[in-house]
């Protein structure tokens, strides 16, 4: 009997230890994506990094999150030209539309020294902005011509 007692004692102390147990929760996606977009500002790649691959454990239907991994990747002291290119052509495939996407794309070719391959993406560009003036078509534009500059 006192060892059932004290089993209904136990089970019953049980819940109210658990509330006030603090609980810990994992930051969002959005947190996850905001805090890599701190560290890219600080160029943090590796701390990026870290953020972009749990987003995309999470939701790897992420076209920003792709897009942003491939440029810490193309941005880091030693660039790894050809996670950066993975990871643009995963979210071009995801939101072919993806403006910033195009763009970086394009500057990792530029990089790769293949302008002909800028240069398609920069007429993708003109045809998703409907014109010529949006910001990421004009620094592609002014990314090749420096490169056309540099490699006549």
């Not at 943090?44 to 790897?60: F, I, M, N, T």
């Not at 800028?118 to 090749?144: F, M, P, T, W």
């Amino acid at each position: 009997m006192k060892t059932v007692l004290l089993v209904l004692a136990l089970s019953l102390a049980a819940p109210l230890y658990a509330a006030d147990t603090p609980t810990i929760t994992a930051p969002t996606v959005s947190e996850r994506m905001a805090t890599a977009r701190e560290a890219i500002a600080r160029k943090g790649w590796s701390r990026a990094q870290y953020d972009l691959k749990l987003v995309l454990r999470d939701e790897p239907g992420n076209a920003d999150a792709h897009n942003l991994l491939a440029y810490t990747f193309r941005k880091q002291d030693k660039p790894d030209l050809a996670q950066a290119f993975e990871h643009y052509k995963t979210a071009l495939k995801l939101n072919p539309q993806h403006k910033g996407a195009h763009e970086y794309i394009g500057e990792a070719y530029l990089m790769d020294r293949q302008p002909e391959l800028a240069e398609q993406h920069l007429a993708s560009l003109e045809k998703i902005c409907g014109n010529r003036q949006c910001e990421e078509y004009q620094d592609l534009a002014k990314a090749l011509a420096a490169y056309r500059k540099a490699n006549p």
